[in-house]
């Protein structure tokens, strides 16, 4: 069969999915994306559709069962990001429409936390096992899934960064921007810590612009592509704040940070650490006294602070979105053999 493959979910340049699209293409492999849904802008319409989710999941079903029954191309692999909207009938009606194809799902979140509507909920829960091969990106969530269904479809795959992004390296600004730089998504915790730190802030990301009284702040919106790649190289200090669920785990910015020639000052976890040694090629909090300590530090070390942005830059190399869909495609491959010979 042809290296053909399919792509679903959200085609907007910013999206995991799509920096696995480019990747594949950047490959040669013949991709196809299905767009079947995207970034609701409006606030009020994504208001509704989280306290309705699942009317909309219910259109989001005829939606793809309508274009897996129409599209008459045979796939090596269709990979699906996250999927939230799907249930165990819409798995079994599209599979067996493509029976020799692998069935992929890559989750950037925690399955098991069903409560949460926006993360997922009991009927996506439910088709993990139709699925050849499920990706996840923490070790310990890998684990829950693989005692929870006993079945070895579980791949540990971390984020990383794109590479693809055509960035270049401009030397002349390496760590000039004195402003500690923020790239992510408000919530209280962050709000909280960052308020907290002395030094003066740029923030980029959703739901920060109206909070004016966080304390020496340029708030922005979101940044993505080329901007991000500058910003995070001419950062002073480029910090990463990981959430509940990534605790002991890492985040897309554990890799974004360094793969843009970023210095990252991350939450301390065994994971990232893993990745990127605390202190070698990055620096690491675990409380806002720490944070301020660590920050201070990093003022008053700009040599070796310097070091430790271009080890952690020449480790993330290895850690990008084109190394990661090589890995894949491997899985896919291994996976089709297995396949066709049961």
Same mark, same amino acid.
């Given at each position: 069969?042809? %290296? ?7 085609? /907007?340049?910013? +999206? !995991? ?19 079947? =849904?995207? +970034? ?5 319409? #994504? ?20 274009? @897996?029954?129409?599209?008459? %191309? ?23 429409? #493509?029976?020799? +194809? ?52 579980? !791949? ?19 760590? %000039? ?8 998504? *408000? ?12 030094? =003066? ?22 940044? *993505?592509?080329?901007?991000?790649? *500058? ?10 704040? $990981?959430?509940?669920?990534? $605790? ?16 990252? !000052? ?28 660590? @920050?201070?530090?990093? !003022?008053?070390?700009?040599? $070796? ?12 190399? %290895?850690?990008?979105? $084109? /190394? ?9 491959? =291994? ?8």
């Amino acid at each position: 069969m042809k %290296k053909r493959i399919l792509i679903i979910g959200n085609k /907007e340049k910013f +999206t !995991l999915e799509y920096f696995y699209y480019k990747s594949f293409k950047y490959l040669g492999v013949d991709v196809d994306f299905f767009s079947i =849904d995207r +970034t609701i802008k409006n606030r009020l319409i #994504a208001k509704i559709i989280n306290i309705f989710p699942n009317l909309y999941y219910f259109f989001l079903r005829k939606k793809l069962i309508n274009y @897996i029954k129409n599209n008459k %191309k045979k796939y090596l692999a269709i990979i699906i990001f996250k999927g939230l909207y799907l249930n165990l009938y819409t798995i079994k009606n599209i599979k067996a429409l #493509a029976r020799k +194809t692998i069935w992929l799902n890559i989750f950037p979140d925690d399955p098991f936390n069903v409560r949460d509507v926006q993360i997922s909920n009991i009927n996506f829960f439910k088709t993990i096992s139709e699925f050849d091969i499920f990706c996840i990106w923490s070790k310990k969530i890998k684990k829950k899934l693989d005692i929870s269904f006993k079945k070895k479809i579980f !791949l540990y795959l971390p984020f990383a960064y794109d590479n693809l992004v055509n960035f270049k390296l401009n030397k002349k600004k390496i760590g %000039k921007d004195k402003q500690l730089l923020f790239v992510g998504t *408000h919530d209280n915790v962050r709000e909280k810590i960052i308020n907290s730190i002395k030094i =003066d802030k740029k923030i980029y990301g959703g739901n920060w612009k109206y909070r004016s009284f966080i304390s020496k702040s340029d708030i922005f919106g979101h940044l *993505h592509g080329k901007q991000l790649s *500058h910003k995070i190289n001419n950062a002073m200090i480029s910090l990463n704040i $990981l959430r509940k669920q990534n $605790l002991s785990s890492h985040n897309m910015k554990t890799f974004e940070i360094p793969g843009n020639n970023g210095l990252m !000052l991350t939450t301390r976890s065994k994971e990232q650490n893993n990745f990127f040694k605390e202190n070698f090629s990055c620096f690491m909090y675990s409380n806002i006294h720490e944070l301020n300590k660590k @920050i201070e530090f990093i !003022l008053n070390n700009t040599t $070796l602070s310097l070091k430790v942005r271009k080890r952690g830059n020449m480790i993330a190399k %290895k850690h990008s979105y $084109l /190394e990661r869909t090589k890995y894949l495609l491997k899985k896919i491959n =291994d996976a089709s053999k297995s396949k066709k010979n049961l």
